[in-house]
Structures are given as structure tokens and as C-alpha cells.
């Protein structure tokens, strides 16, 4: 059993940055592959980011490549979305997400193929 707890967000102009931080329960979290979705007002919830158990593979959807950067620190247990050059559109409550395998190859923007979630943070970029 994993628990999440999401933590970074805020109001941002845009323009700005904000990083997101995800501290998980447990002892094997190198276990565990990691992602982050976010969910607007009115809108399914979508993929952003992920990175394999090791860190060594990370994906992210089309609309934050560049802009945004997942890492992770397994000392820490803790995984993160550095979030550059925010838009309106990046407002959304963001998800942080564990799959229980460390597999560097997974459907990644299947929200079926992690197994936890955390509640949300709320991120909000005005113009």
C-alpha cells in the first residue's frame, strides 16, 4: 500500500514556475513508477508526466514537453513536477499517481495503469 501526499501548489501568473512535490509512504518506492496527471474545471483528468522507477525514462504529454520536469529522489521517496513558463491552460488540480512496478515501458497516459492516488493540489496560473 502506497500514499501519496501532494504538496507546491498555488496562484502563479503566467510566465511563472512552480514545482510540485509528491512525498509517498513506504520503503521501496524505487518500486514504484510514478506519474503525474491534472484534471481542469469541467475536463477529464489527463496525463502530464511520468518517470520509471530508476528515473531513467520520462514521458510527458505533448502540450507541457519543455516546459514542465519530472524527477524523482528515491532517498527521498519523494517525486517532483518543476513546472516553467505556466499558461492559463495548465490550471487544474494536478494528481500524483504510483504504479507498482518499476518497468521502464508502461502505458503511461493510461490513468488504469497506476493503482494509487493522491488528492490533488491545486495549481491556478492567471493571465
Known amino acids: 500500500q502506497v500514499q501519496l501526499v501532494e504538496c507546491g501548489g498555488g496562484l502563479v501568473q503566467a510566465g511563472g514556475s512552480l514545482r510540485l512535490s509528491c512525498a509517498a509512504s513506504?520503503?521501496?518506492?524505487?518500486?514504484?513508477?510514478m506519474g503525474w496527471f491534472r484534471q481542469a474545471p469541467g475536463k477529464e483528468r489527463m496525463f502530464v508526466a511520468a518517470?520509471?522507477?530508476?528515473?531513467?525514462?520520462?514521458y510527458y504529454a505533448d502540450s507541457v514537453k519543455v516546459r514542465f520536469t519530472i524527477s524523482r529522489d528515491n532517498a527521498k521517496n519523494t517525486v517532483y513536477l518543476q513546472m516553467n513558463s505556466l499558461k492559463p491552460e495548465d490550471t487544474a488540480v494536478y494528481y500524483c499517481?504510483?504504479?507498482?512496478?518499476?518497468?521502464?515501458?508502461?502505458?503511461?497516459?493510461?490513468?488504469?495503469?497506476?493503482?494509487?492516488w493522491g488528492r490533488g493540489t491545486q495549481v491556478t496560473v492567471s493571465s
Open positions: 518517470i520509471s522507477g530508476s528515473g531513467s525514462r520520462t
Open positions: 499517481t504510483a504504479r507498482g512496478s518499476a518497468s521502464d515501458y508502461w502505458d503511461y497516459e493510461f490513468q488504469g495503469s497506476y493503482g494509487y
Open positions: 513506504g520503503r521501496t518506492f524505487s518500486s514504484y513508477a
